[in-house]
């Protein structure tokens, strides 16, 4: 079946860090992929998606690049700000169309200062 | 453009008692989606509906869950009775495109 795999949390770095947060996909042809984001006590954001292999989704400086070979869609920020503290999810809706999305389980991220 | 609005944002109730959940979508978003999302999990489809028809409902669990979308416009979410499992963040989505889902802020419920 579809399923999706994010690496545990919580994640913790220093600002300015390096970012990445490793997703991998289980799926029946090419799925299109998304990120999403859980701000505090908010819904969930789309923050990029990828369509089709090799895309590079981006947004708000975060990047994730579609990988067929090895099934993955992780996502990566070059230096992270106190802001960037919130709960991350991947996804996946698969190519039969129908639209259900498939989401990770999540990983929180939390920025010190 | 207002986004997807949810009420109430808490619920606190006894195990057996009843709970209903609104959800008004963006205007024009022909699909709506609820889900539910335990802590520490990624939120899980419970029904879709495009305009008032039901397009997937596989995962409600349909002894206690029921969901209407009245003139395919708002949508109620209902547990009755409610179960201590059922504890969650319960979110609301519409689309108007594939792959364009556009939550509201959820309603957390707390079943004791």
């Known amino acids: 079946g579809n399923s999706v795999t994010q690496m545990e949390g919580p994640v913790t770095l220093s600002e300015e860090a390096f970012l990445t947060i490793n997703c991998t996909y289980t799926?029946?042809?090419?799925?299109?992929l998304f990120w999403y984001v859980q701000y505090p006590g908010e819904g969930l954001q789309l923050l990029l998606k990828a369509t089709k292999a090799d895309d590079k989704g981006s947004n708000k400086g975060f990047e994730a690049t579609y990988r067929k070979e090895t099934t993955s869609f992780h996502l990566e920020k070059g230096s992270v700000q106190v802001s960037d503290s919130a709960v991350y999810f991947c996804a996946l809706i698969p190519r039969n169309r129908d639209d259900k999305i498939i989401f990770g389980k999540g990983t929180r991220l939390h920025i010190l200062p | 453009e207002a986004g997807v609005a949810q009420s109430p944002r808490y619920k606190i109730i006894e195990k057996r008692q009843s709970v209903a959940f609104w959800c008004n979508p963006i205007?024009?978003?022909?699909?709506l989606y609820w889900y539910q999302q335990i802590l520490g999990q990624g939120p899980k489809l419970l029904i879709q509906f495009q305009n008032n028809g039901v397009v997937d409902d596989s995962q409600l669990p349909k002894d206690r869950f029921s969901a209407e979308r009245l003139k395919g416009v708002d949508s109620t979410l209902k547990i009755q009775p409610a179960k201590l499992e059922d504890s969650a963040v319960y979110l609301c989505a519409s689309s108007l495109i594939l792959h364009e889902q556009f939550f509201g802020p959820g309603t957390r419920l707390t079943v004791l």
């Open positions: 799926a029946t042809g090419y799925p299109s």
């Open positions: 205007s024009g978003h022909a699909t």
